[in-house]
């Protein structure tokens, strides 16, 4: 099946420090990337939506200037958190779909637990 | 506009006793439906999808769906209860055939298997 791999697993970092997450589909070409986040015992919360070559599309409340988002290629989308505080401390979830997204599942990474402190 | 609701937060079952993990939708487009599980720090496992094919469908590690148009209902269903199923699960609804829309999520229904 599809993989999505996700790195690093987890991050603890001091306030101020700007931290990276890497998303790429290891076997397939991703049309489209997504970053989520997920607060303890809760669903998702859709971040944004990237497509290779193109801006990102943020969902209202996201700062993109806080949340910068790269899809330099079909199989990598970054998402960097610049200079994190404990408020954004939290786990951060990509996923990335081939094809069509209302007729193709998402392949999920396996998360990124960012701590600051 | 598209919606998804988790009938149940918490759902505690004995191992080797059916599941039933509810999720109604209600979508104004033709509805592509997935049911995900979420093991402890871990992303998103498609178990899986309906896509307006058969209403029936199977998944991964014994589980299926049904999707029911007149109940606007998914409900999730595993005959027998594994102590590894226990998890969170989620409903998701989005558009067929479109980019345009963007998948919603239901809250989850956190699955405990009882020894």
């Known amino acids: 099946g599809a993989v999505v791999s996700q790195h690093p697993s987890r991050v603890i970092c001091k306030s101020g420090t700007s931290v990276k997450i890497e998303c790429r589909s290891l076997d397939f070409q991703a049309t489209t990337m997504f970053w989520y986040r997920q607060f303890p015992k809760k669903s998702l919360m859709l971040m944004a939506t990237?497509?290779?070559?193109?801006?990102?599309?943020?969902e209202q409340g996201v700062e993109k200037d806080k949340f910068l988002i790269n899809h330099a290629s079909l199989t990598l989308s970054t998402l960097t958190v610049t200079s994190a505080h404990p408020e954004d401390s939290s786990f951060y979830i990509c996923?990335?779909?081939?094809?069509?997204?209302?007729?193709?599942?998402?392949?999920f990474g396996d998360g990124t637990r960012l701590s600051i402190l | 506009a598209q919606s998804v609701t988790q009938l149940d937060s918490h759902v505690s079952v004995s191992e080797g006793t059916p599941v039933l993990l509810r999720c109604n939708y209600s979508s104004s487009y033709s509805p592509s439906l997935f049911w995900y599980v979420q093991h402890p720090n871990k992303g998103l496992q498609l178990l899986l999808k309906?896509?307006?094919?058969?209403?029936l469908v199977k998944g991964i590690n014994g589980f299926e769906a049904e999707f029911k148009k007149s109940e606007t209902s998914f409900h999730l269903t595993k005959p027998s209860a594994h102590m590894s199923d226990a998890a969170e699960y989620f409903c998701?609804?989005?558009?067929?055939?479109?980019?345009?829309?963007?998948?919603?999520f239901g809250d989850g229904t956190t699955l405990t298997v009882k020894p």
């Open positions: 996923s990335a779909i081939f094809g069509t997204e209302g007729n193709q599942p998402q392949h």
């Open positions: 309906y896509t307006s094919a058969a209403t």
């Open positions: 990237s497509n290779e070559g193109s801006k990102a599309t943020y």
């Open positions: 998701v609804v989005t558009r067929l055939n479109t980019n345009a829309g963007k998948s919603t």
